[in-house]
């Protein structure tokens, strides 16, 4: 198993400018969570999925983010405009819905915004 | 070596000695906890995981413990070997609901002298 995949693992971009950071969860999962990490605010959860439907987006920062699973396997997180404070390493994770699994993370997406 | 992961996040130990990472929740309605390991530049990694129902559980070299009358839980790591270090988080997972969802801690840094 190839684990949760994120694409890109950096992008810089400039302000203003619209980032979509990717991610392909494990085979058989059927939740999805993104997290943002900054040595400020530590691990934040933004939105959570189960079976493709957004379950929590209350940590979604403000309504320049959103995210979408058009399929069961995949999500995307889509920053518009993008701003500096916005610089951080974005995290998805998935897990079987339901019990109290494990989270599986991937190797994250450093974002720097200029 | 010991920390108190809210007022000491870094902890520093000889390898082979054994170290203790704590930690304190808040939320005690939370019923299940997980350790995770982050090195640099990876997503976090599962450790070891306990519910409220348990008091200690023990994996490979490491154990948990969980006190919920002080609502604390630590990590020990039995002798502590240098692919040891990394950030340490400990996370609670808050309610019943579906799809229920891990907050986590702020993270220890442990490093360990060769």
Redesign the interface.
């Known amino acids: 198993d190839a684990g949760?995949i994120q694409s890109p693992r950096h992008e810089v971009t400039e302000m203003g400018q619209e980032v979509t950071l990717r991610c392909k969860l494990i085979s058989g999962h059927n939740?999805l969570?993104w997290y943002r990490q900054t040595m400020m605010r530590?691990?934040e959860?933004l939105i959570?999925f189960?079976n493709n439907v957004p379950?929590?987006d209350s940590g979604m920062p403000e309504d320049r983010f959103s995210a979408k699973m058009p399929n069961a396997s995949f999500s995307t997180l889509k920053i518009q405009p993008s701003e500096p404070r916005d610089s951080a390493v974005y995290?998805c994770?998935s897990r079987i819905?339901?019990a109290?699994e494990?989270?599986?993370?991937?190797?994250?997406t450093q974002l720097s915004v200029l | 070596g010991e920390s108190v992961g809210l007022h000491l996040p870094t902890l520093s130990v000889q390898e082979g000695d054994n170290s203790i990472i704590n930690c304190a929740y808040s939320n005690s309605a939370s019923?299940?906890f997980?350790w995770y390991k982050q090195e640099s530049?990876?997503?976090?990694?599962?450790i070891i995981?306990i519910?409220s129902n348990m008091d200690k559980r023990q994996g490979q070299r490491v154990t948990v413990l969980l006190n919920k009358t002080v609502k604390h839980l630590s990590l020990q790591i039995a002798a502590t070997q240098p692919g040891d270090s990394a950030v340490y988080?400990c996370a609670e997972?808050r309610g019943e609901t579906?799809?229920?969802?891990?907050?986590?801690?702020?993270?220890t840094q442990l490093t360990v002298n060769p």
């Open positions: 949760v939740s969570f530590g691990l959860l959570y189960n379950i929590d995290f994770a819905q339901g109290r494990k989270l599986f993370f991937g190797s994250g | 019923d299940y997980i530049g990876k997503g976090p990694q599962f995981d519910r988080f997972n579906s799809g229920s969802r891990l907050t986590f801690g702020e993270g």
